[in-house]
């Protein structure tokens, strides 16, 4: 039984003749077996639904404003599909399933958005067996109401977030942003900052008017942030990301295809006559450029930079839809973001859980004390103190913060080893995956030589000194787990 598990049954214990704790307990227990929680937040028409649809690779999630956008969604796996309301009440009530286009539409009947807690939708995705999505309402709305449900959500100063993790997604860098990351950091009560956040350079296609180099120029946006340090002790890491083209690309039909296929058939000069703007695609034109029809529908589903790529990636020998949607995919910018998903969420996905199953116990001994939980809460203080992934968690928080203790030429290996860029023994030690078990040990050796000595030198400030000894701790331990 893990120190977590065991301290959820300490204060079962105590709470045996208390049906609200019991409830409260219940909801803990099923959190812990449940795949890691990511919510997708950020300002309105940021593409939070968009790029929600192409991590989970199907068009389900509705991106038009309506009724729906104001209150939170989850989206989990489902062997069928079932969509329920969570009322305020208390009471729940199943709504019907409805795809128009695709994507699901959702019949309130006579709910209003005042009236739901959040909405969960079980889909048979496999997009969706390894983590649980979160929709969240856009923040910055002209209703202070929608953006509340946001930040209430995702930053109450009283209670845990329901989210494991956030993909914050910005268009461009806003104080409204930087004032919300900067809540997630400091959002739990009674514990020490943590950076659970990915930042994303959404809707990177319009940048430069959908030029075909518009994500060469986003990412040198993105660039020039990592430099500057704007988002440092905020975000694990920022990427950009062309959602509608991710979206799309990963929904890709072959009658789309066929369209990309035709429009790289043309004349050069024809083509380029016709993808100079998206007034100049959708103008009518003999044969044999594609019917006006057709051009429409790929110009809304792709955008413009959508189908200049399209039709540039099929004259460079994309010869199949599926060759297409992998390429398109590629440039998107979405396999960087689903492998920090991989790297910094589902991997932590124990020690995320595991601190959220920390500070909702903390919350229910300060909301219901009773005699005899001093014991317990001591118990939850010292796991805390004393959990090794936590402790990287919290230590990746403070090396991202200006005030780092170590130097900058010690940073970048030290963020490193504790886990910054990924949990695996070969990113930990930049190593191949394929190194042999004598070439760890020796990379391991090395490591822990170095920074041990850095760690017992008489002129290292102390607070240095603990971060080094955690360095250490952490390079140690991928023998443990490797063992």
Request: aromatic share 4%; hydrophobic share 45%.
């Amino acid at each position: 039984m893990t120190v977590t598990a065991e301290l959820l049954a300490d204060v079962r214990a105590v709470y045996t003749d208390d049906p609200i704790a019991g409830r409260i307990l219940d909801e803990i227990d099923t959190r812990l077996r449940e795949p890691v929680r990511i919510a997708v937040a950020g300002m309105v028409k940021a593409g939070k639904s968009t790029l929600l649809n192409a991590l989970i690779g199907e068009e389900i999630a509705p991106t038009d404003a309506g009724e729906c956008t104001r209150t939170v969604i989850w989206y989990r796996f489902a062997h069928t599909a079932r969509i329920t309301a969570f009322l305020r009440d208390g009471s729940t009530r199943r709504l019907p399933v409805i795809r128009r286009e695709g994507r699901i539409e959702f019949d309130l009947g006579t709910l209003s958005a005042e009236d739901i807690e959040h909405i969960e939708v079980g889909w048979p995705a496999e997009g969706l067996r390894s983590h649980v999505l979160i929709d969240t309402p856009g923040i910055g709305s002209l209703s202070a109401g929608t953006s509340a449900v946001s930040r209430r959500f995702l930053t109450s100063a009283d209670t845990p977030s329901e989210a494991d993790a956030v993909i914050y997604l910005l268009r461009h860098l806003h104080a409204v942003d930087l004032a919300f990351l900067e809540a997630l950091r400091g959002a739990e009560p009674g514990v020490a900052p943590t950076v659970n956040a990915i930042a994303v350079l959404s809707r990177s296609d319009e940048i430069g008017s959908g030029r075909i180099d518009a994500l060469l120029s986003a990412a040198r946006v993105v660039e020039r942030y990592r430099r500057e340090g704007v988002l440092k002790g905020l975000a694990l890491a920022v990427v950009p990301v062309a959602g509608l083209l991710a979206e799309a690309a990963r929904t890709l039909r072959e009658d789309e295809f066929a369209v990309f296929r035709a429009l790289a058939r043309l004349d050069r000069a024809e083509r380029e006559r016709l993808l100079i703007s998206a007034d100049r695609f959708v103008q009518p034109r003999p044969a044999p450029v594609p019917p006006v029809a057709q051009r429409r529908a790929l110009l809304e589903r792709f955008g413009v930079f959508g189908v200049r790529l399209g039709a540039t990636l099929v004259l460079a020998g994309a010869s199949t839809s599926s060759d297409l949607a992998s390429r398109m995919v590629a440039q998107s910018g979405l396999r960087e973001l689903e492998r920090l998903i991989a790297d910094q969420f589902r991997s932590r996905a124990a020690a995320l859980k595991s601190r959220w199953v920390l500070q909702a116990l903390e919350s229910l001994l300060r909301d219901r004390p009773r005699p005899g939980v001093g014991r317990i809460r001591h118990g939850i203080e010292r796991a805390a103190a004393n959990a090794h992934d936590l402790r990287e968690l919290n230590l990746l928080a403070r090396l991202r913060t200006r005030d780092s203790p170590l130097a900058a030429d010690e940073w970048q290996e030290a963020v490193r080893i504790i886990g910054g860029e990924g949990v695996t023994r070969a990113r930990r030690l930049d190593m191949s995956e394929s190194a042999s078990e004598s070439e760890v040990r020796a990379r391991v050796g090395e490591i822990v030589g170095k920074w041990r000595t850095y760690s017992e030198s008489p002129l290292v400030p102390r607070d240095a000194a603990a971060v080094y000894q955690l360095v250490v701790r952490s390079a140690e331990g991928v023998l443990t787990s490797a063992s």
